[in-house]
């Protein structure tokens, strides 16, 4: 190759170069990605697993909500009864 031709030789060739240490940097984060990589698509999986677990709750026994709910409004009518009664003594005792 003394004809004149170019030849790329290591030192000529930046990509042929030897690893240096910007390359293990390189590779530290390329390392430090893959882990974040990893631990997101876990939390994802996490994720819709959540979902799924919930939606089965949410769905799960609609009589029991049926049942919460009346109960929630039959208490919410006796406290309001509750605190108009006690407002009707309180104005009997101010006269």
Do not use: C, I, W
């Amino acid at each position: 190759m003394e004809d004149g031709s170019t030849q790329n030789t290591r030192n000529d060739n930046p990509f042929l170069a030897e690893p240096t240490k910007p390359m293990s940097e390189l590779e530290t984060m390329q390392q430090q990605h893959d882990e974040k990589l990893s631990r997101t698509e876990e939390l994802k999986g996490k994720k819709e697993a959540m979902m799924v677990e919930l939606e089965k709750k949410k769905n799960e026994n609609p009589e029991k909500m049926k049942g919460f709910n009346e109960l929630s409004e039959k208490y919410n009518n006796r406290r309001d009864q509750l605190f108009s009664l006690l407002a009707e003594r309180s104005k009997e005792n101010k006269k």
